[in-house]
């Protein structure tokens, strides 16, 4: 149970780790954001999970289910308010005139690169 | 110039951590020998307070009831400071020559429903930690601040007419002075039974189903922390309000 | 820790939210319980999808993020028009685009969906699947 808890905190860091790298590497502020937002959500509650398998390998009295419940509620909040955040943000770049770097914007700027 | 700010800096950050580490000033972390630890008072606080007043969390003990004078001020502060702003801030218009402020945006509907999910939980949360000042942490303020934020969540989301037709300038004016009444009227109601200004335990002789001071002042303490949480919820609504319309209280933001 | 006083707290407390608060969460009426449970029963078979679709996505994002040249990633917008008609269903479905493969809702209104895709691969794929089984939840086929 442990090694499961384990793993499945590993791979929420996994996760965030290509979260960071994509936030880094990607060339706008949309592409951005949807390293973000999405790299946050799996990551934890992932985390999130394993918390709560270690938590019940410890021993299940009263209050571990009480820690269960309550982990499970900042689990739910996470998955309604992190796609939330995201468009809220998006919206507000979109808004404010910030064109997103499309297919058609790109093809000139590779023909810059090869000429150069 | 970079190089000096540099230099500047790591001196600065140097001495420092000189000074936290490795002088004798300061006592290492959560050691029981600390001065704050050896004090006599905070000793008969760790002793006493669950024989005096049932309450297994000390530190809402102290603030409610041993420190319960500080803590009504601490309330009239924050009813003061909601009072102040709204004397600065708030303009009333007269006559129809103002412009009239609209929102510029329509109210997103992801943003909204997940609002209209997340708002009562909120509120919810926010008489949990309320109710469970006495054992876990939490209390008045705490919870007044959450419950300031699900309204003001509710004027981010829509706009702020939506939120004052929830709760009105006046309700909140109304509620924030409840809040201070309800505190000190826990204080005379034990100055007339003949005790002190906010000396709870004598309560128990007018409070059905309490036999003991020390619940009375357990219950008491509950009583104050909603009278505060009714202040600490409509100032910081009103003053979100204030400051965000420029004193208008109409649409706007 | 169970006692009749915090039991009695808890029962107020949740009175006082539904006073101040039940039309939030319920805002039209005009739904029996039953078919409330039932979409809710639906909706909770749908979230498992959705995990899945979440972990697809993170995978997807990961391989962009590490993958030495950006060949596949193809940022554009994609416009369309949704058949869900009630604004709830409208609303899970924006958040799920949100959530899954490579696209994320800008902006919603009435029927018309704006996405932005970061890849070809997941802009095809729009609305789709997901529309359909959203529709299936709220029996808006």
Known sequence: MEIVAATLILLGIVFFFGAVIGLLRFPDFFTRMHAAGKGDTLSTVLIIGGFILYNFSQGGDAANWNVLVKLCFIAIFIMLTSPTSTHALMKAGYESGNDPETLDDEEPEEKEENVS | MKKLAGIVVFTVGLILLYGVSSLDDFPSWGTPDSPANKSPLSQYFIKNTIVDTEVPNMVTAVLADYRGYDTMFETVVIFVAGLGIFAVVRVFEHGGASRVVTADTKPDIIITNTCRLLIPLIQLFALYVLAHGHSSPGGGFQGGVIMGASFILVALAWDLDIALKRFSEKQAFICSGIGILIYAGFGLASVFLGEEFLNYGIIHKILPGVDSPEMARYYAMLGVEIGVMFTVTSIMFLIYGLLATRGKMTAGL | ?141
């Open chain 3, 1 to 141: 820790m169970i006692d009749l006083f915090h039991l009695s707290l808890g029962g107020i407390s949740c009175a006082i939210v539904t006073w101040l608060s039940s039309d939030f969460l319920f805002r039209n009426d005009c739904k029996g319980i039953g078919t409330r449970f039932v979409e809710a029963g639906r909706f909770l078979l749908y979230c498992f999808w959705l995990l899945w679709q979440i972990i697809l996505a993170n995978i997807h994002v990961l391989k962009l993020a590490l993958a030495s040249n950006n060949q596949e990633m193809r940022p554009q917008m994609v416009r369309f028009r949704t058949s869900l008609r009630s604004e709830f269903a409208r609303y899970v479905f924006a958040n799920s685009i949100t959530l899954t493969p490579g696209t994320v809702t800008l902006s919603v209104e009435g029927d018309k969906f704006v996405v932005h895709a970061i890849s070809q691969k997941v802009a095809d794929e729009l609305p789709g699947e997901m529309e359909k089984r959203v529709a299936k939840i709220f029996d808006q086929e």
